[in-house]
């Protein structure tokens, strides 16, 4: 059976060569087409260095190092860039620094479509411990290096407001707390000044035990609530210097230390144009493949007897030869001798009688 279907599909290939053929030499055209006429995309690149904490955070103290032990501070960096790069604000706030800005005047549809382009046109990964790469391509070189500088400062601006927040919230926590602990600390106070009032001091001996006893549950009480306002005071302090020193830890953190600049020459991407171009041929040779057996299939005619012997179950006795093939080779050349006779100059016929000997002199004869 495989046998019989390998024959029809030659067959049914070979019965029209160059029409099968013509999906696949057709898509070769196409593919070539939009490798000549392929956008050209400039590429710029930045690096960025991260540290995990700035010097001006050691000295105060007032930052708590979030770099886990298996993720480095470029790996964070990265990652939380690219989940930014997800969120349509990030990248509405990147845009509005670059000249695509003029696009998001023309209507929804094309605010979604500058968006995904902004999106698809940065990627960021890290390249060590502490180095971040940040690159963008564009088919203007100068929205290409826009969009790097407008990434960096967009990031960086959204980590000094984030932590900001973080801590006016933190602030604003702990100044309710220190009003709760002082209101609580005054009343501890006032419980002992009125115990010690109601419970003087006797003018011989020492105070019963009992009144020793309290006495000393409420100093603890005042102690305790002490303690609590200088820990609240404490920490609002500390927040109150991380909101002083938040942007120069910023700035101190991430530095650029390979400033991208304009590109001058396109970037040519050969992965991506035989990417493309193999997806065409592919579809050429589908087509082809497609064709070929779709003219197999249908084909209901018996053009082998391996033909006869499989549908029909009946033995082959003898087969015909094929004399196409000598007579197309007859007619050729049949037809040549043709042209050859007829590119031959015709031969004079000549008489005995008028052929003259070799010396005769010919003269006219009088009468």
Known sequence: MLRLVVLRLLES???????????????IGLASYFVLNLDKEYQAEGVLYVQNESYLASLTNVRASDVSWYLTAAQITSNE???????DSFVRAIINETDLEEKMTKGESAVNETIQETRDSVWVFSTGANQVSIGASHEDPKIAYQLINALIDVY?????????????TANSFFVDVIDLYNSELAAAREDMVQYVETHPQPLRGDRPETEQMEIVRLQAAVDLAASRVASALDKEENTRLAM??????????????????????????????????????????????????????????????????????????????????????????KRRAARAQEKEPPQPNLIESEIVPAGTAVGSTGA
């Not at 860039?81 to 969120?87: A, F, K, S, V, Y």
């Not at 960086?156 to 006016?168: C, K």
């Open 156 to 168: 960086m601006r959204w980590q000094v407001n984030g932590e900001q927040a973080e801590n006016e």
């Open 244 to 333: 002083a020193q938040i942007e120069s830890d910023t700035r101190q953190r991430y530095i650029l230390i390979d400033a991208p600049q304009i590109p001058i020459q396109p970037e040519v991407s050969l992965k991506r144009i035989a990417l493309q171009a193999g997806a065409f041929v592919g579809v050429g040779v589908f087509l082809t493949l497609a064709a070929i057996c779709g003219a197999a299939i249908l084909d209901r005619s018996f053009r082998f007897p391996i033909d006869a012997k499989n549908r029909l179950e009946l033995p082959v006795l003898s087969t015909l030869p094929d004399t196409a093939p000598y007579y197309r080779w007859y007619q050729f050349r």
């Open 13 to 27: 290939y070979f019965r029209h060569p160059w029409l099968y053929l013509l999906p696949t030499i057709g898509m």
């Open 81 to 87: 860039i690219n989940e930014l790069l997800r969120t």
